[in-house]
């Protein structure tokens, strides 16, 4: 099955510097690649994806990149903010199996806590 | 929020009960599923439906079950043979069609006494 790598476990930035999250996958037929944010106690929230046919997809200051051929994926913030503090996670999802039973299946990283210093 | 509720919101369990975690969707989503968060771990899979009477195990399935009897509910029970059941439960639902994000319920955080 997929296997999700993410890097670093923590990541500790000043404000308005920018901070940079990896993820690496193991299925190359993995189409689907969505970034969420948890914050304490909070559910994840959907913050930015991207699709194998796209390198990069851009959203005001949060941006995602996708390496097809390395099989990695980055999640970059740039102008970094307190209320960006949360932990994130990365996730990819493969396509459909023959008997449609793992649609929509995500493996998720085991994410990133991110702490913005004032 | 709104839209995928979970309750209760904490769950306190004696060792040997069996307890069930409600999840219930308004989205008219098809699937449903069901993931474990404990820290430095990510999320996990433990179940998933998509379609009425129907689920499929997922990474952690072992001391679970699930009912999928409508669409919109998804209960989840952990059961006395689960052996470290204490940890935050996360119930999430999607369309299969159309966008297919994964939306969240806010969860319940099970302790074991």
């Known amino acids: 099955g997929e296997n999700v790598e993410q890097h670093p476990s923590t990541l500790s930035v000043q404000e308005g510097d920018s901070a940079v999250i990896k993820c690496t996958y193991s299925d190359s037929a993995s189409n689907y690649f969505p970034w969420y944010k948890q914050e304490l106690g909070k559910r994840p929230q959907l913050i930015i994806d991207i699709r194998s046919n796209v390198g990069e997809k851009k959203d005001q200051r949060i941006a995602v990149t996708l390496n097809k051929t390395a099989k990695h994926f980055s999640l970059h913030i740039t102008e970094t903010q307190p209320e960006d503090s949360a932990v994130y996670f990365c996730?990819?999802?493969?396509?459909?199996?023959?008997?449609?039973?793992?649609?929509?299946?995500?493996?998720f990283g085991q994410g990133t806590i991110l702490t913005v210093h004032p | 929020d709104g839209g995928i509720t979970q309750s209760p919101k904490y769950l306190f369990r004696k060792e040997g009960q069996n307890v069930t975690l409600s999840c219930e969707q308004n989205l008219n989503h098809d699937a449903m599923y069901w993931y474990r968060q404990d820290p430095g771990q990510g999320l996990r899979l433990i179940y998933y439906?998509?379609?009425?009477?129907?689920?499929q195990k997922g990474d952690i399935a072992e001391g679970y079950s699930v009912s999928r009897e409508k669409k919109e509910s998804f209960p989840l029970t952990v059961t006395s043979a689960q052996k470290n059941p204490t940890a935050f439960y996360l119930c999430?639902?999607?369309?299969?069609?159309?966008?297919?994000?994964?939306?969240f319920g806010p969860g319940t955080r099970l302790t074991v006494l």
């Open positions: 999430a639902s999607m369309n299969l069609a159309g966008v297919q994000e994964q939306f």
């Open positions: 996730a990819a999802r493969g396509p459909p199996n023959a008997g449609g039973t793992s649609y929509g299946k995500l493996t």
């Open positions: 439906s998509q379609i009425v009477n129907d689920f």
